[in-house]
């Protein structure tokens, strides 16, 4: 049985075909008249609202009207589907071209589907507390229009979210979810107006929308301050007495009682991190709220208290991702984390924050696959900063922000990395807001006095991967032979057997280029334009 998203898809998507009717006009309708309760999934392509701002453009979108993406279905034989972005002008544009018998460039790109690696588990950011107040100053309606390009088949399709437990950085004050003190029980343990009233109808709102199955997973900054060395939230200070202890009990009490929350409001989590970067607890001055754990503590907590407390909750079934910290921490965190078989067998992933990436080789993420194979390695956390100039607002339409999170990703997925995500979906348009000053970019900026918000070359960025690589795809092989080019790229195997690859751009000139598919013994010849960043679409097979 269809659900109403999908019937309303399928209207559109089958009018497109049709002789002599305006498809625009008669989606626009449909749009625009059919309740909201209805979903607004279009199979047809509205451009991008330009708005220039950086060294490129954002995309302007409103209650009424944002930019989708054209759909790439059916893809035609012997044929590649292209979508570019670029500093210049484009977002998503489509182009169809045909596979060659012969090279046509001398840079040339080798995909073997043959040879498959990692599975990709997905994409995505943080539903925040900040994320959450900038959505809900929207119209209602704009507030749809925003979690669809996130969520919807008309956006660029994340399947995955992460949740802050209590308060973070970006809270807008400073709280837990059980303020009496010594309530080992957690009697008033209770969620937050941030979670009722922000969180929740968001992440209820992206499981309408969205047509592939959702990953919700929960983070803690710092637990209630009662339960802490510092009595308070930031700056130094661990959790009171040892793992085993009633203060460790209590921790993995509370972790349990805000999944159950959730899923009392139908909003079903996945999975949970031990703690938002461990690390930083034991920094004397730390700003942001926190609780330190060395890889001991966090192994202990984890075998003696959290494991045993979500079994005996009947949450078994919760995914634990230890370390949730920077790359440089591999693999000597997971060594003395999982070298413990009581610890490790609670544990299913290792989280990965990607901000000191440039100090750490990513040899670090090979060496840990390699001693912990079965273990997913996920990255859970990545954001860009403002302008430098202190209290200015957002720098809007930064291409080079988005072209780090590319080159990123292509660097971490072609080392065993099986997801990526960034930090908060959406902010303000001062950046926040944050009870600790933290003033940051997103893919996403809303402007609540106009009720518009505005996508970032991060959004398309990040879209490149989280709209055409689906869950389930395998990396494939890749090699690149090239002359004084600096092409970045990777290639994926899809589960419907089509083949994704990224490809980056990252000079100010185009570039010819021959990707060669061996197991077509066929060549997609192009010209990659100038910063830009593209994804090809092809069948794996012949028909």
């Not at 054209?70 to 012997?78: F, G, I």
């Not at 539903?127 to 507030?143: E, P």
């Not at 403002?386 to 080392?415: D, F, R």
Request: net charge neutral; aromatic share 12%.
């Amino acid at each position: 049985m269809f659900s109403k998203v999908r019937l309303r898809w399928l209207l559109c998507y089958h009018v497109k075909g049709k002789k002599n009717i305006k498809v625009f006009d008669i989606c626009l309708f449909i749009q625009l008249y059919l309740p909201l309760n209805v979903s607004l999934l279009i199979g047809t392509f509205y451009p991008c609202n330009v708005k220039k701002a950086g060294d490129s453009f954002v995309c302007q979108c409103n209650s009424t009207y944002c930019d989708t993406i054209e759909s790439y279905l059916p893809l035609e034989t012997d044929r590649a589907t292209v979508f570019t972005s670029s500093k210049a002008s484009d977002r998503f544009k489509k182009t169809v071209v045909s596979l060659s018998a012969t090279a046509n460039s001398t840079v040339q790109l080798t995909v073997n589907t043959s040879a498959v690696y990692q599975k990709v588990m997905g994409f995505g950011g943080a539903t925040t507390d900040s994320a959450g107040l900038s959505i809900r100053n929207l119209s209602a309606a704009a507030q749809t229009k925003l979690i669809r390009a996130y969520f919807s088949p008309d956006g660029i399709e994340y399947t995955f979210s992460r949740i802050n437990v209590g308060t973070c950085d970006f809270s807008k004050r400073p709280y837990s979810l059980c303020e009496s003190e010594n309530d080992f029980e957690l009697a008033n343990f209770s969620l937050a107006d941030e979670d009722v009233h922000y969180k929740i109808p968001i992440l209820q709102e992206a499981m309408e929308v969205s047509v592939r199955p959702l990953k919700f997973f929960c983070t803690a900054w710092s637990p209630p301050k009662w339960m802490k060395t510092s009595g308070t939230y930031r700056y130094r200070g661990k959790l009171i007495g040892e793992p085993g202890g009633k203060y460790y009990k209590t921790l993995a009490l509370y972790y349990a009682k805000f999944i159950k929350g959730y899923a009392n409001h139908s909003v079903p989590l996945w999975g949970m991190t031990v703690q938002n970067e461990p690390f930083a607890g034991g920094i004397k001055d730390q700003p942001n709220a926190c609780l330190y754990l060395t890889p001991e503590l966090e192994r202990d907590f984890v075998k003696l208290d959290l494991g045993p407390t979500l079994e005996a909750q009947g949450l078994g079934n919760i995914t634990i991702m230890m370390l949730d910290d920077q790359r440089f921490e591999l693999p000597d965190w997971p060594v003395r984390v999982l070298g413990d078989k009581d610890a490790a067998k609670y544990i299913k992933g290792i989280a990965v924050h990607w901000y000191w990436d440039k100090q750490a080789p990513p040899l670090k993420l090979d060496l840990t696959n390699q001693l912990f194979p079965d273990y997913f390695i996920l990255y859970t956390e990545a954001c860009q900063g403002t302008s430098e100039v202190p209290g200015q607002k957002v720098a809007l339409g930064k291409w080079t922000q988005g072209e780090a999170y590319t080159q990123s990703i292509i660097e971490n997925m072609s080392h065993w990395v099986r997801g990526w995500l960034d930090w908060n979906i959406a902010l303000n348009i001062q950046g926040g807001p944050s009870w600790i000053d933290h003033k940051l970019n997103a893919p996403i900026i809303v402007d609540a006095e106009y009720d518009v918000f505005y996508k970032n070359p991060m959004y398309y960025h990040l879209g490149h991967f989280s709209k055409f690589v689906l869950p389930d795809s395998f990396r494939a092989n890749l090699t690149i032979q090239q002359q004084d080019e600096n092409l970045e790229a990777i290639a994926f195997l899809r589960p419907d057997g089509l083949v994704a690859m990224v490809l980056l751009n990252t000079q100010d000139k185009s570039i010819p280029v021959s990707i060669y598919d061996t197991n077509l013994d066929s060549y997609i010849n192009v010209d990659v334009p100038a910063r830009s960043v593209q994804t090809y679409l092809w069948r794996a097979t012949k028909s």
